[in-house]
């Protein structure tokens, strides 16, 4: 499981919505903040990444504990990205459901109300 954080680390340190088919299960679930029905597909985690790349092309998130029990990962993470100039940062946790490896199903949770004030 170590070898998923790893992995996991690596590909938001710097993220590429082409690499997103590294950690995640072409059948991905995706329950993520503000968004009302779960994203399917590993192509809606693509669109999902390249969004956040594009409004922050500096964004990172670095990994500050993590959990394993089985084929469940959680993630607890530090984000740090540029918005008009100057730098802010979230903390937020995946909980993630692992299949041969990749994410099959995933809770993304973190305060959204500093990233709309960011916009």
């Known amino acids: 499981m170590t070898d998923f954080v790893d992995r996991w680390a690596a590909f938001w340190a710097a993220p590429d919505p082409d690499l997103v088919g590294s950690i995640a299960d072409e059948d991905i679930v995706l329950r993520y903040p503000g968004v009302q029905e779960p994203m399917t597909g590993v192509d809606a985690w693509k669109e999902r990444v390249a969004s956040i790349v594009q409004r922050f092309p500096d964004v990172r998130l670095e990994v500050t504990h993590h959990a ?17 100039g100057r730098p802010i ?18 809770m993304v949770a973190f305060d959204t109300s500093g990233l709309r004030q960011a916009a």
């Open 89 to 106: 940062s979230w903390e937020g946790t995946d909980r993630m459901l692992l299949k041969d490896g990749r994410v099959i199903d995933s």
């Open 68 to 84: 394993t029990v089985g084929d469940l990962c959680f993630i607890s993470w530090k984000a740090s990205a540029t918005s008009q």
